[in-house]
């Protein structure tokens, strides 16, 4: 009888076989029996090697470790509790009842270990270091809770919160939703400091921090609208606000020093079908296109070379997401 009857400790992998018994053992020995592999059809040996180690082992039936983690979750977990780490040893066996015991004390539903804590050498590149401050200040500063680590992969958890969580990144976004969405379903959350390592040589990361850092930015950003309106469509103020800024400072510029001046119509609710006028031989004109939405700035300014009208310059900012 194991002493975390109650507890599934689940371990995405990809290619770990470089490591994924040793994680596997470290968790069986410190009294965990029920611990679940979710392969995402590694080309190595790590689902055999797991399954010798004495772990359950199940194949994602999509991509990414997203998709992975809510299949698991959703269809091979029964346990009330759920222990999610890394297959590839960065994590330690011996902070699981650290992690467990807010969720068992029931003080959380939802707990993130603080990689940060003890952040071991080499563990973490200094830029993911840096990528992940900035990720943690943006999320701080748009939903208004410090989880100090919100891409940490050791998370504890009951079932039923995470069944209540609406997630659908499929990728390495998934940490970045959990903690979104566990502010915005009011899912009380602990945050317990624990050991970070390097991942022991031979065995690589499947993140790739310029393009996953990219996509969880993006997680955090599509997120703001619901959570931090405000922050959300003021930012969109701001940049409408820049755009404007530099096209006037543009006109300025070409008046003061050429004379050139210019024509701008900034298109409010009415959209525009007729011809412009002709322009003077210097001159220009801010036609309203056809197409023009109800939120569109167009900007044009024409030459007359000859008989014929030469568009200079085009400026178009559409926000077609708020139409
Ligand atoms: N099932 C599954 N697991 C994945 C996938 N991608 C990564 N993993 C596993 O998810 C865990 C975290 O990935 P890792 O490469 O360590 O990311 P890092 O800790 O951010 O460097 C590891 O155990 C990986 O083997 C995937 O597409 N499917
Ligand atoms: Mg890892």
Redesign the pocket.
């Known amino acids: 009888m194991s002493d975390h009857d109650d507890v599934c400790v689940l ?6 076989a470089e490591t994924v018994a040793r994680v596997v053992a470290d968790f069986r020995d410190v009294g965990f029996e029920n611990v679940l592999v ?3 059809g590694s080309t190595d040996d790590t689902r055999s090697i797991a399954r010798e180690a004495g772990a359950r082992v199940a194949e ?1 039936s999509g ?3 997203g998709q ?1 983690v809510r299949e698991a979750v959703r269809d091979h977990v029964d346990a009330p509790y759920v222990l999610m780490a ?3 040893a ?1 994590y330690d066996a011996a902070d699981a009842t650290a992690m467990l015991d807010p969720l068992l004390a029931g003080e959380a539903d939802h707990v993130i270990g603080n990689r940060f804590a003890d952040m071991r050498p080499g563990a973490m590149t200094r830029l993911n270091r840096i990528g992940n401050r900035i990720i943690n200040l943006a999320f701080r500063a748009i939903h208004r809770e410090s989880y100090r680590d919100i891409l940490s ?1 050791y998370r504890a958890f009951t079932r039923e919160s995470f069944l209540r969580l609406h997630l659908t990144a499929d ?2 976004g998934i940490e970045t939703e959990m903690a979104v969405e566990c502010v915005k379903n009011r899912v009380s959350v602990a945050v317990v400091p624990i050991t970070y390592r390097e991942r022991p040589g031979g065995s690589a ?3 790739h921090p310029i393009r996953d850092g990219g996509v969880i930015f993006l997680e955090l950003y599509r997120k703001a609208k619901t959570n931090n309106p405000l922050f959300y469509f003021g930012s969109v103020g701001v940049a409408s606000t820049v755009a404007g800024l530099a096209m006037g400072a543009f006109v300025l510029y070409r008046y003061l020093a050429f004379g050139i001046s210019h024509n701008t119509s900034v298109v409010g609710t009415a959209a525009a079908t007729e011809t412009p006028a002709r322009p003077a031989a210097n001159g220009c004109t801010a036609p309203l296109t056809p197409e023009a939405t109800p939120i569109s700035i167009d900007y044009r300014h024409a030459t007359l070379v000859g008989e014929r009208v030469k568009f200079r310059h085009t400026i178009r900012i559409k926000f077609s997401d708020t139409r």
């Open positions: 371990l995405p992998t990809m290619n770990e979710i392969d995402g994602q991509r990414g470790k992975a890394d297959a590839d960065t992969g990728g390495f990361t499947n993140l």
